[in-house]
């Protein structure tokens, strides 16, 4: 059964996938406010970087909407799980840029 929440969890996941696409293929790292375009050394790898991780939360947002329908509130655990750890190792990933 499709809700109203349901919906709109699909379209925030696939709002962040476009959004990621636009860091990835148009090189748009202007929108990340904290990161001056002077100071980053690698100006394609963030962008690619930063896409692929927008993409991939709004996969995972995508993946955790359909699941929870089938499995309940334990899709949302395991999404807030896997987020918290990506955020980590993408701040990683991220600080070699700059």
């Known amino acids: ?41 690698d100006k394609e790898g963030l962008a690619k970087s930063a896409g692929l991780y927008v993409m991939a939360i709004g996969v995972m947002i995508f993946l955790a909407a359909f699941l929870s329908q089938l499995i309940g509130i334990y899709a949302w655990i395991a999404f807030g799980v896997l987020v918290s750890i990506s955020s980590v190792f993408m701040l990683k990933v991220m600080t070699k840029y700059v």
Do not use: D, P
Request: hydrophobic fraction near 55%; proline fraction near 0%.
């Open 1 to 41: 059964m499709v809700t109203k929440q349901f919906v709109a969890v699909f379209l925030i996941g696939c709002s962040l996938i476009l959004i990621g696409a636009g860091f990835w293929w148009k090189k748009s790292i202007f929108l990340i406010k904290q990161y001056g375009e002077s100071s980053i050394t």
